[in-house]
Nanobody, 119 residues
Framework: VQLVESGGGLVQAGGSLRLSCVAS????????LAWYRQAPGKKRELVAA???????NYADSVKGRFTMSRDNAKNTVYLQMSGLKPEDTAVYYC??????????????WGQGTQVTVSS
């Protein structure tokens, strides 16, 4: 399974970006997905997650500004980010996880995409 993120870039505070993550393979629709981010010198943190059924949850810091969605037909997950703040600057990573047969877990990561928000 490979995950490829895109959509990062440089944006002014208050602006918007949409991140995309395309997954290879046939396990996308039954997997949970998440977006994480890691700023320089900080730990990687969960930004948003979506279950295979489409339920979402968000970090308090992005609630009301970010929206995560998935398109199983395209094996793609999105993160729509609006009202961006300089503190949103980080490398954003896509994560896919679930279970193979017999309960064996899997956990895949993309290479990350840089989001930089200027003040």
């Amino acid at each position: 399974v490979q995950l490829v993120e895109s959509g990062g870039g440089l944006v002014q505070a208050g602006g918007s970006l949409r991140l995309s993550c395309v997954a290879s393979g046939s396990i996308f629709s039954t997997s949970a997905l998440a977006w994480y981010r890691q700023a320089p010198g900080k730990k990687r943190e969960l930004v948003a997650a979506i279950t295979s059924g489409g339920s979402t949850n968000y970090a308090d810091s992005v609630k009301g500004r970010f929206t995560m969605s998935r398109d199983n037909a395209k094996n793609t997950v999105y993160l729509q980010m609006s009202g961006l703040k300089p503190e949103d600057t980080a490398v954003y990573y896509c994560n896919l996880k679930g279970f193979w047969r017999f309960g064996v877990p899997y956990d895949y990561w993309g290479q990350g995409t840089q989001v930089t928000v200027s003040s």
